[in-house]
């Protein structure tokens, strides 16, 4: 059984790693592309196949977001933890790849990863 706290804590380091992907990312995009507006990369993230990879995450964080320890059984707090241990632990996909590439890039995706996979095994 997931405890709420937990799952708040998971919720916060998955939010925090997310950050850091997008902003490693729209680093490496504006180099490329050039400066854009928070708008326009937004409409980026959301339309280019170049950052569905993304896509496990964010659904990920959407789906916690939606919990609510009054309203939502143990059963699906407990499933949400168990995605989280797939999502960064456990299974290989286009997101741990993706992941792995900005970790070794960006100590700050490092940090934030590390982060979530320690929530997401403690959960």
Request: charged share 30%; proline share 4%; net charge negative.
């Amino acid at each position: 059984m997931a405890d709420p706290k937990d799952l708040n804590e998971l919720r916060a380091a998955l939010l925090a790693l997310h950050r850091e992907l997008v902003e490693e990312e729209r680093r490496a995009y504006e180099k490329t592309h050039g400066r854009q507006t928070g708008a326009d990369f937004l409409q980026t993230l959301i339309a280019d196949p170049a950052f569905a990879w993304l896509a496990p995450l964010t659904t990920l964080i959407v789906r916690l977001d939606e919990l609510d320890a009054e309203e939502n059984p143990d059963a699906e707090r407990s499933a949400s933890s168990k995605a989280a241990r797939a999502l960064l632990v456990e299974q290989q996909s286009e997101f741990r790849r993706h992941s792995a590439e900005l970790v070794q890039r960006s100590p700050d995706v490092a940090f934030a990863y590390a982060a979530a996979r320690r929530a997401a095994l403690d959960g």
